[in-house]
């Protein structure tokens, strides 16, 4: 490596440094250096980064200590999406809280929705959900903490990433969000998410809208014993059995990712061949 390279290395490890003093800003100065290094630059990177001291912390717990603090959120924000420099994603507090629990607080206090992509950043660093994470989810079940269709957007968003434990499924699940709340739906009887009067209008608009994932919805109708429920809502006006009978004559190619992530997040499904 040239004196140049480290030159650049080290003006960045000292801008880093700054930014954390005041990151207020969502932008530094050369921030996108790292991602621009090789392996033997990425190695002094964080062999002359000490992020522990610049954070007053033991290394390890850098990412659970500035994600508490929300006037570090910038700082603890780009520390996840920046993957090039070495932060321990897996560790525990005094507290026993996680980095997941700790970044999902950020999350359900944000006005933000898109700060849910950091999971999938925290999963590429590593992650491996823990048995506290599920707890502090039930928790918030349990305790009432979830008050309104947003709050329970949020949650379910969370769920998910506890239950895929992967970046590129829990990508697929939020892509298909909608198809996935008319599973719940179905597994549930009753609305979720949607603003029908019952699973009627849930079922009509997937069969009619989600094409792509119709075999699945309509053998989850089946698993989940809805069939008798949905053919006696539909007597009067047949419009569900027409749907049906309409996408089987023009049936598209069947997303197959999409069905993978089902049957993980709705184990029932496994029944399915």
Not at 82 to 105: P, R
Not at 133 to 145: C, T
Not at 160 to 185: D, I
Not at 221 to 226: C, R
Request: charged residues 30%.
């Amino acid at each position: 490596m040239d004196l140049w390279r480290k030159e650049q290395i080290n003006n960045f490890i000292i801008e880093l440094s700054k930014y954390y003093q005041d990151c207020t800003s969502t932008y530094f100065e050369n921030q996108n250096l790292p991602t621009k290094l090789n392996k033997e630059e990425v190695k002094y990177l964080n062999e002359n980064l000490n992020l522990g001291e610049i954070i007053g912390v033991e290394k390890r717990l850098v990412l659970n200590t500035i994600l508490k603090n929300k006037s570090k959120n910038n700082f603890a924000f780009y520390l996840l999406r920046t993957k090039e420099i070495d932060c321990d994603a897996n560790s525990f507090d005094q507290n026993k809280s996680t980095v997941f629990i700790e970044l999902a607080h950020r999350y359900l206090e944000a006005e933000n929705f898109l700060l849910i992509d950091l999971f999938k950043d925290l999963f590429k660093r590593g992650y491996k959900v823990k048995k506290e994470d599920d707890k502090f989810l039930e928790d918030l079940y349990i305790n009432k903490k979830i008050k309104n269709s947003s709050d329970f957007d949020r949650w379910i968003n969370l769920r998910f990433a506890v239950k895929l434990q992967n970046a590129q499924m829990f990508e697929v699940a939020l892509f298909n969000k909608r198809e996935f709340y008319t599973l719940l739906s179905i597994s549930k009887g009753k609305p979720y998410y949607f603003n029908y009067p019952n699973l009627l209008g849930v079922v009509i608009n997937a069969i009619q809208n989600y094409r792509e994932n119709g075999d699945l919805i309509l053998k989850a109708i089946e698993v989940y014993k809805q069939t008798a429920k949905i053919q006696q809502l539909d007597l009067k006006n047949g419009t569900f059995r027409r749907k049906v009978i309409e996408y089987m004559q023009n049936k598209p190619m069947q997303n197959e990712k999409f069905s993978e992530v089902a049957k993980i997040l709705f184990p029932e499904l496994e029944k399915i061949v």
